[in-house]
């Protein structure tokens, strides 16, 4: 198993409705070999598809600022904690507008909007399409991220311009209802579905370091994996711990095991982008590289994720001068 040839050497079950179906088992195997075997797989795999030397800037804005009703355990946002975040009504066009314009000179190319909506009106979807014609009349790409989707209002979204939508998994199925009880895994699946069907690319990860087991990160990759299509994009978020959130106590994640959660992830999804999401603030430089190396080829750039910091542009531009390290154009 734990062969370092390439991703053949891993048993898949054969569906012939999918082309490749990837095994929790075999993913657990994946996530559990040396890492030095684990990293030359990842690394080859990474270096036949994509430029190992190019590392994708996507920029983020909050657009609706907590008093979200759902009850993430991981998130700041929700009404049901006490965190500080206080809620917000939705930014309009031209603070957004600033701020993509300043995303933009800062080398980032695609622009990622959050609103921290359990899911969105039709009236609230009639106020984020200006938001993201602003951006694409920038040239960047649009992600957005508001929720839960109806087919119609992911319709209406691509016929705005929109390039991706970010909707996470976040973890196993297993593990889920211990996370999340206010949607279901299968609303998480069905919204995936709406944005696939009407053409939208589709960004879709989840969050490492909420006490999960080695399985339950398994599931999480053989789920996005196993997709009917993968997503273009892969978040992996390293769990940021912000007081008064349930999950604010729990063990630090080592980051080894992000690394690791990388490198499955672009062996597994050789043609998507893997993006180093939350949690860079606590991770150095070396387990940083050591993420590139294996795989990851885009972060989020710029000092605020959401709610949260994030390394400042210039501590990120010096990190990728010593890497030799370019921001990729589109
Ligand atoms: N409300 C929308 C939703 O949940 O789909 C969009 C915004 S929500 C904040 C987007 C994603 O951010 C979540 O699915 C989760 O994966 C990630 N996230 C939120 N809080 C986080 C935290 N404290 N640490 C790491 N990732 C987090
Ligand atoms: C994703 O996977 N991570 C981003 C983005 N998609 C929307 C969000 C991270 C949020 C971290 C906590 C915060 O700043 O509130
Ligand atoms: Fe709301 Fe999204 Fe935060 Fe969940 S992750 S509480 S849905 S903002």
Not at 254 to 271: H, W
Request: proline share 5%.
């Amino acid at each position: 198993m734990a062969s370092a040839v390439g991703v053949q050497a891993h048993t898949k079950i054969s569906d012939p409705t999918q082309a490749i179906r990837w095994a929790v088992s075999d993913v657990m195997a994946l996530l559990q070999q040396p890492l030095n075997d684990l990293l030359f797989e990842a690394h080859s795999v990474h270096r036949s598809n994509f430029n190992p030397n190019e590392v994708q800037l996507s920029t983020l804005l909050n657009i609706k600022t907590g008093g979200c009703p759902e009850d993430c355990a991981y998130c700041p946002q929700s009404a049901r904690y006490d965190t500080g975040v206080e809620s917000e009504t939705l930014l309009d066009v031209e603070a957004v507008r600033k701020a993509a314009e300043n995303a933009k000179a800062n080398g980032a190319t695609r622009f990622c909007m959050g609103a921290a909506w359990r899911s969105p009106k039709e009236r609230d979807l009639d106020k984020v399409i200006p938001l993201i014609e602003a951006v694409k009349d920038l040239g960047m790409e649009s992600c957005v991220t508001l929720g839960m989707l109806k087919s119609t209002q992911a319709e209406r979204l691509k016929s705005a311009g929109l390039d991706y939508y970010n909707h996470n998994l976040d973890t196993s199925p297993e593990f889920y209802g211990d996370i999340i009880t206010t949607r279901t895994y299968q609303d998480r699946l069905d919204t995936l579905d709406h944005v696939r069907d009407a053409g939208i690319s589709v960004c879709c990860g989840g969050i490492v370091g909420m006490g999960e087991s080695i399985a339950d990160r398994a599931g999480l990759l053989s789920n996005l994996a196993n997709l009917p299509e993968p997503p273009e994009s892969v978040p992996i978020n390293m769990l940021v711990k912000v007081q008064g959130t349930p999950l604010d106590k729990i063990a630090d994640v080592d980051t080894l095991d992000i690394v690791r959660m990388v490198a499955a992830a672009r062996i597994m999804m050789p043609n998507s982008y893997v993006r180093l999401s939350a949690g860079r603030e606590e991770m150095n430089d070396e387990a940083q590289a050591l993420c590139f190396f294996a795989g990851a080829n885009s972060i989020f750039y710029g000092e605020q994720l959401l709610t949260t910091p994030n390394p400042i542009a210039d501590s990120d531009r010096a990190l990728f001068t010593k890497l030799g390290i370019k921001p990729s154009a589109l």
